[in-house]
């Protein structure tokens, strides 16, 4: 998730701030993306949400011309409200999205994932998670 102001006890969303830093700092502890994270990109028991995150990763894919990467992995997971972690996912659906073990390479369909993240606020976990898994695997 992005935030665009420090942490502090006089916003009105101090409880709020806090609650979602936690669960930014757990998840990146245990390079796993929660069943919370991949419905926030999109990524739900009901389908792959329109306008979402999610939805735009399967657009930019489809326009590449390549297989579909971790697409499948992440709707299995998200249909599923389970964890997408390391063991969820190969170096070969990584690599075609673009998360790579030397980063997130430029023009990859997992660059566009990040833009798209970045301006709608939807999905940093996502993403936070695809960059360790894809870098550490």
């Known amino acids: 998730m992005q935030y665009k102001r420090p942490l502090a006890a006089s916003s009105k ?4 701030d806090v609650v979602n830093h936690c669960r930014v700092a757990r998840a ?12 926030d990109a999109g990524f739900s028991p009901g389908g792959v949400s329109k306008g979402s995150v999610a939805a735009g990763m399967m657009s930019n ?3 590449a011309g390549s297989d579909m990467g ?4 992440l709707q299995s997971a998200g249909a599923k409200s389970s964890n997408l972690s390391q063991s969820s996912t190969t170096r070969g659906a ?3 999205s673009g998360f790579q073990s030397g980063g997130v390479a430029k023009g990859s ?3 566009q994932i990040m ?3 970045a301006k709608s606020g939807q999905g940093g976990r996502l993403v936070s998670t695809l960059q360790s898994v894809g870098a550490k695997k």
Request: overall charge negative.
């Open 13 to 16: 969303n101090y409880q709020t």
């Open 28 to 39: 990146a502890m245990s390079k796993s993306a929660s069943p919370g994270d991949l419905s």
């Open 61 to 63: 894919t489809a326009k």
């Open 70 to 73: 971790a697409v499948p992995d």
């Open 94 to 96: 990584l690599d075609t």
């Open 109 to 111: 369909v997992g660059a």
């Open 115 to 117: 833009s798209d993240s």
